[in-house]
Structures are given as structure tokens and as C-alpha cells.
């Protein structure tokens, strides 16, 4: 098994861009996750998703990130505009559902954005 | 709500030595606690978990972690340090739920502590 596949593995961009960050979980796993990851505050969940469906996206920080998962084997980060406080790692993790939470997470290698 | 909470940022032992990162966790149900590493422009990676049964967990790379419900803690060691062991190492907490039902994978993270392995 590949592992979680994410692209870009680096991303440059201008303030005011479109930034799409993509993600392909495990095959077979039901959950997929985007964190963020940044000095300041650490490993934050922005959104997950069950079987494709959007369940949390409470720690989605505004309007301009947005989350989609067409189908189990791609997700989608949309940032737009892009800001220079967007910069940071970010993660896309993958989980199979045991039940009872019982479960660990598959992390990706990361996207390292930063926004100049 | 579950947290958790890593003492020390930052941890520095000589190679060789024991290794000691502490967490603790709140939680008003049993939790589900994992230790998680993540070396340098690397995704994290599983150390060990534990969920139910013993108390004390194995992991990979000599690690394991003891879970204490009276102490809430979930503290990480290793007998003897390798320079291979550098990186940051994060402890995470999900929840059972009361009803048993399955609940998901939501982790909450602790801040995350970086060792540093001095030759």
C-alpha cells in the first residue's frame, strides 16, 4: 500500500491565489482528515469526513478554506484568496472504521504552503 | 471535551539515557490514547496505542507508554536513547463512546514535544 498521497509536496504562492491542495486516503479506509499544522498552534483538525460525507468542518478558520471529497479516493483543500497567515504544513490523514473509535490515523507527507 | 497536555517542549537526554515525555489527558469518558512521532518534513507515525486491556503498551523502536487512569497520564519511555530517536513526538486522546457506537478517528493532539539526543 502507497500510504496517503498528497500533492504538492511544496506549494509557493502570491497572496490573493487559489490554492488547491489534493489528497488520496488508503484504499478502503472510511475516514479522511485535513490538519494543519503551524508553530504557533500545532496540529489543528480543520475538517473530516465519513464515507465522503463532510461531519466536522468546525475548525475550518473562514470562508476562504473550503473541503471537498468527490469520491474514496480524493479529497480536495481549496484555499481562496490565499493570505500570508495561511502558511503552514498541511496534512491530510486517513482512518478505517473498526468501530468504537477505535482506530489510528495514516498521515500523509504533508504539503508545506507558504503564501508570500 | 477531551485534551491533552504535553509538559515540556522541548526534552534533551544524552544517547544512551532514558527517555521520559509526559503527557497527561482530560476526559470524561475512557479514552483512546495514542503516541504519535514525526521526524523532520516527515507525516506523523504511530508509536503505539492503547485502547483496552493492558495497561502497559509496546511500541516500535523499543518505545512504550503506561497508561494510569488515577494519574490521568499517558507517559512515554524508552530504556535508552538513540540518536535515531530525534524528532517530535506528539500524544493524542480520542473517545470511546458511552454508548459504544462507533465515534470515528477524531484525534485531539497535544502540543508536542521535540527531543533532541545529545552524542
Known amino acids: 500500500d502507497a500510504g496517503v498521497i498528497q500533492s504538492p509536496r511544496h506549494e509557493v504562492t502570491e497572496m490573493g491565489q487559489e490554492v488547491t491542495l489534493r489528497c488520496k486516503p488508503i484504499?478502503?479506509?472510511?475516514?479522511l482528515f485535513w490538519y494543519r499544522q503551524t508553530m504557533m498552534r500545532g496540529l489543528e483538525l480543520l475538517i473530516y469526513?465519513?464515507?465522503?460525507?463532510?461531519?466536522?468542518d468546525s475548525g475550518m478558520p473562514e470562508d476562504r478554506f473550503s473541503a471537498k471529497m468527490p469520491n474514496a479516493s480524493f479529497s480536495t483543500l481549496k484555499i481562496q484568496p490565499s493570505e500570508p497567515r495561511d502558511s503552514a504544513v498541511y496534512f491530510c490523514?486517513?482512518?478505517?472504521?473498526?468501530?468504537?473509535?477505535?482506530?489510528?490515523?495514516?498521515f500523509g507527507q504533508g504539503t508545506r504552503l507558504t503564501v508570500v | 471535551a477531551q485534551s491533552v497536555t504535553q509538559l515540556g517542549s522541548h526534552v534533551s537526554v544524552s544517547e544512551g539515557a532514558l527517555v521520559l515525555l509526559r503527557c497527561n489527558y482530560s476526559?470524561?469518558?475512557?479514552?483512546?490514547l495514542f503516541w504519535y512521532v514525526q521526524y523532520p518534513n516527515q507525516g506523523l507515525q504511530l508509536l503505539l496505542k492503547?485502547?483496552?486491556?493492558?495497561?502497559l503498551v509496546k511500541g516500535i523502536n523499543g518505545f512504550e507508554a503506561e497508561f494510569k487512569k488515577s494519574e490521568t497520564s499517558f507517559h512515554l519511555t524508552k530504556p535508552s536513547a538513540h540518536m535515531s530517536d530525534a524528532a517530535e513526538y506528539f500524544c493524542?486522546?480520542?473517545?470511546?463512546?458511552?454508548?459504544?457506537?462507533?465515534?470515528?478517528?477524531?484525534?485531539?493532539f497535544g502540543e508536542g514535544t521535540q527531543l533532541t539526543v545529545n552524542p
Open positions: 493524542a486522546v480520542t473517545l470511546q463512546s458511552p454508548g459504544g457506537e462507533t465515534s470515528g478517528s477524531r484525534l485531539t
Open positions: 469526513f465519513n464515507n465522503n460525507v463532510p461531519i466536522d
Open positions: 484504499s478502503g479506509h472510511d475516514y
Open positions: 492503547y485502547t483496552t486491556g493492558a495497561t
Open positions: 490523514a486517513s482512518s478505517p472504521d473498526r468501530g468504537l473509535g477505535n482506530t489510528e490515523a495514516f
Open positions: 476526559s470524561s469518558v475512557p479514552p483512546y
